[in-house]
């Protein structure tokens, strides 16, 4: 769940995204050793390169004077933790691996394609079965990507 200050940040950035077709994957805000970071995370079809995130950085970077931040940082989402629910509906289709906060028949992750989710439920599928997993239980769920 966002802090009030990351939904600010949200809301400010939002309708630049749009504007560029980028998807807002998240925004956080957070210190680490002596300095904050703001980060932008984006993304759009066919993923988003280096020009694009300081394009999008060019847009935003006067937003926020009256936010405490030492770093703007705007970048791909990689291999992020799908939190909200519009990356669930956007990774929908695409292999993840769903990490559990204990052993489920004696593992702890689970790779398949994201069917989605649920109030419950993470769905994907395994060897074309579907497997549920209860939200309570998952830790994490996170993209896999395939080497070629």
Same mark, same amino acid.
């Given at each position: &769940?966002?802090?009030?200050?990351?939904?600010?940040?949200?809301?400010?950035?939002?309708?630049?995204?749009?504007?560029?077709?980028?998807?807002?994957?998240?925004?956080?805000?957070?210190?680490? /050793?002596?300095?904050?970071? &703001?980060? =932008?995370?984006?993304? &759009?079809? /066919? /993923?988003?390169?280096?020009?694009?995130?300081?394009? #999008?950085?060019?847009?935003?970077?006067?937003?926020?004077?009256?936010?405490?931040?030492?770093?703007?940082?705007?970048?791909?989402?990689?291999?992020?933790? !799908?939190?909200?629910?519009?990356?669930?509906?956007? &990774?929908?289709?695409?292999?993840?691996?769903?990490?559990?906060?204990?052993? !489920?028949?004696?593992?702890?992750? +689970?790779? /398949?394609?994201?069917?989605?989710?649920?109030?419950?439920?993470?769905?994907? !599928?395994?060897?074309?079965?579907?497997?549920? +997993?209860?939200?309570?239980?998952?830790?994490?769920?996170?993209?896999? #990507?395939?080497? =070629?």
């Amino acid at each position: &769940m966002p802090s009030k200050i990351e939904s600010q940040i949200e809301g400010r950035v939002l309708p630049i995204a749009q504007e560029m077709k980028m998807d807002l994957v998240d925004v956080e805000l957070r210190k680490e /050793g002596q300095a904050r970071f &703001m980060r =932008i995370f984006v993304d &759009m079809p /066919g /993923g988003v390169d280096l020009d694009h995130c300081q394009e #999008f950085h060019m847009r935003i970077r006067d937003l926020f004077d009256d936010i405490d931040y030492d770093y703007l940082e705007v970048s791909s989402p990689g291999d992020r933790p !799908l939190k909200r629910d519009v990356d669930f509906v956007r &990774m929908a289709g695409s292999p993840v691996q769903v990490r559990l906060y204990k052993a !489920l028949d004696g593992q702890k992750a +689970f790779e /398949g394609e994201l069917v989605g989710r649920t109030q419950e439920d993470v769905v994907i !599928l395994i060897d074309g079965k579907e497997r549920r +997993f209860d939200r309570k239980i998952v830790a994490a769920v996170k993209p896999v #990507f395939e080497m =070629i």
